[in-house]
């Protein structure tokens, strides 16, 4: 009807939706004055002009963060996992930080494979496999200088692995050595015969670590069974790898470190995922915080096209004033660089008119007066 | 496999928005192309609209509260 068009430009999506759904077998005039009501009260319910939203947002949400536990969070089954929740994990979203204390992935999967098919299979390839996970033991010719090392052929036949693969991975890593193959035994030998036994030790260390199968960074994983199908949680993250597999059901897989979303999905993706972050944070410790204070702080981290936490390197930095960023922290460097450059205060937001003792912009502070002369 | 931004469930729709519509909205809100929110050139959702900088990014997104929210980023 011409009606619910005209109000989709006014009123959001959900509340016509719901109009047009209470509103079945009516005549359009009534519908017309119905509509004319919703919107009267959409509009008075909207949030004033000059209202503090961002003080009320952080109010919001850090009077309920004092009542979070400051516990991480156990999954149960067999390989135990620990994901920072709770407080610690609100505070590292929100400063945005780089490097996090437990990165995980949820891994959806496609039909079949969701449905238990090969999980083990999957995981498997999925988890990142360094030398020293399929080796029993290393041993050390003193006298010819060589390192042999012994592969564990249980471990290797799980991840489906042949010793040629293996070798063939170590010999590419450094040109040190020259790698032979002799049943389930590598045989590394030293190519410079001047070099001495510390050497020696030195590549057995480097060795250890070097990169058989699976994705870079995911140390462990657990599939465990979510409503009717299977998914993979990891302890690790790399998104962008993790994508690639055939199995893997790319539209639904996430992570939660959000700057590799920032960097694979792009911003809007990023704020969505730091929207969801805080969300399941606050559900799991069975807080009530409006969804709008959350999307504020999002929105707020997110406007410059880069993510930037609420931090003095964050979104201060960012602000017009510089009395403002010098009144959240270290004050004098901000002023002498303010004052290197010449900056300019145009005195347009609310601390800095806190600190001269104007009345603020904010609420009935914030339209000037202007007087007519006659 | 060729993997799409576009279809992941994070990412909402990105559209560019006509030199008119752009006149229209900065006049609607009136500000300057300044005061949008801003994206960057190279993120990854809008590579494939063919953008240049000083464009307007309309993006759909799905929200609880609203059902459908619209917002706008200016490419830098």
Known sequence: ?374 | MKFKVSQHILVPKHSKVSEKEKKKLLERYNITLKELPKIHKNDPAISELGIKKGDVIKITRKSRSAGEAIFYRVVI
């Open chain 1, 1 to 374: 009807m011409k009606i619910f068009d005209e109000y989709k430009e006014k009123l959001p999506l959900k509340i016509v939706e719901e109009v047009r759904e209470h509103t079945k077998g009516l005549t359009s005039d009534k519908i017309k004055k119905i509509f004319e009501k919703v919107y009267d009260e959409y509009v008075s319910s909207l949030v004033d002009a000059g209202e503090s939203v961002g003080l009320i947002a952080a109010e919001s949400l850090g009077e309920r963060s004092t009542q979070m536990t400051l516990n991480t969070f156990h999954f149960a089954g067999v390989s135990e996992m620990s994901v920072t929740l709770g407080l610690p994990r609100i505070i590292e979203v929100l400063d945005g930080r780089k490097t996090l204390s437990t990165p995980t992935m949820e891994i959806y999967l496609k039909s079949p494979y969701n449905k238990g098919k090969d999980i083990q299979k999957i995981a498997a390839a999925i988890k990142e496999t360094v030398l020293d996970d399929i080796v029993d033991e290393y041993s050390i010719n003193i006298v010819d200088l060589t390192i042999e090392i012994k592969l564990n052929k249980e471990k290797m036949k799980e991840l489906s692995l042949i010793p040629s693969v293996v070798s063939k991975a170590v010999s590419k890593k450094s040109k040190k050595y020259s790698v032979k193959l002799d049943g389930d035994v590598l045989v590394l030998k030293l190519k410079n015969k001047e070099e001495n036994l510390n050497e020696v030790y030195k590549i057995k260390g480097a060795i250890k670590k070097i990169h058989i199968s699976g994705i870079k960074g995911i140390n462990q994983i657990l599939p465990v069974r979510r409503k009717d199908e299977f998914i993979i949680i990891t302890a690790g993250s790399n998104l962008k790898e993790v994508l690639k597999m055939d199995e893997v059901d790319a539209t639904r897989t996430v992570t939660n470190d959000i700057y590799e979303i920032h960097a694979l999905l792009g911003i809007e993706a990023a704020r969505q995922a730091i929207i969801d972050e805080v969300n399941k944070v606050l559900e799991s410790q069975g807080l009530d915080v409006d969804l709008r204070h959350v999307l504020l702080i999002a929105d707020t981290m997110c406007t410059i096209g880069d993510i930037k936490g609420i931090t003095r390197y964050g979104v201060v930095s960012e602000k017009a004033s510089v009395l403002a960023r010098a009144s959240f922290e270290t004050p004098l460097r901000h002023i002498i660089n303010a004052a290197l450059i010449g900056e300019k205060d145009e005195l347009n937001s609310v601390i800095e008119n806190v600190m001269l003792n104007q009345s603020i912009p904010v609420g009935t502070g914030l339209p000037g007066l202007i007087t007519k002369f006659k």
